[in-house]
């Protein structure tokens, strides 16, 4: 079967994490701009759930199966990653159906993305610890290009 490589793997993630911060910040535009006449956009903040997702998928089936087979400590951090990804998910489910049912308050629902931002910045943070350690996959696993930022 075909399986990416490390460094590929490391390559989609920090892509992924430069959108994910991207789109962050447009959330965060659109949470800024809005005012007590108009509400925010809150289209941005569902787009950056959905990256979110598609990028938690990408690293359940491509990175924390490479995680686990790294070395004795390896199925710890995939572990971690993985857990960290259930949590996010669920809330994530309940952020879109709190901005789709429009049944709390705007002040509320601002305040609840804005909780959201927050740690899905810390959570980035901590993962890129992990992937972009030296020996996250392993001693075997060479890696062939500098990853910026
Ligand atoms: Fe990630």
Request: hydrophobic share 45%; with cysteine; aromatic share 6%.
């Amino acid at each position: 079967m075909f399986r990416l490589t490390p460094n590929d793997v490391r390559v989609r993630v920090h892509e992924d994490h430069v959108e994910i911060r991207s789109r962050v910040q447009e959330v965060r535009d659109a949470l800024r701009d809005a005012s007590s006449a108009s509400p925010p956009r809150w289209g941005p903040a569902l787009s950056l759930c959905d990256a979110v997702e598609r990028h938690m998928e990408f690293e359940d089936a491509e990175l924390v199966p490479l995680l686990s087979a790294a070395d004795a400590w390896g199925s710890v951090r995939a572990g971690s990653v993985a857990a960290n990804h259930r949590v996010q998910g669920s809330i994530i489910i309940a952020l879109r159906e709190d901005i789709r049912a429009g049944v709390r308050s705007t002040a509320e629902l601002v305040d609840e993305i804005r909780w959201f931002l927050g740690a899905l910045e810390r959570d980035l943070e901590s993962e890129e610890d992990v992937v972009f350690a030296d020996d996250a996959f392993g001693e075997e696993a060479v890696v062939s290009e500098q990853i910026d930022g």
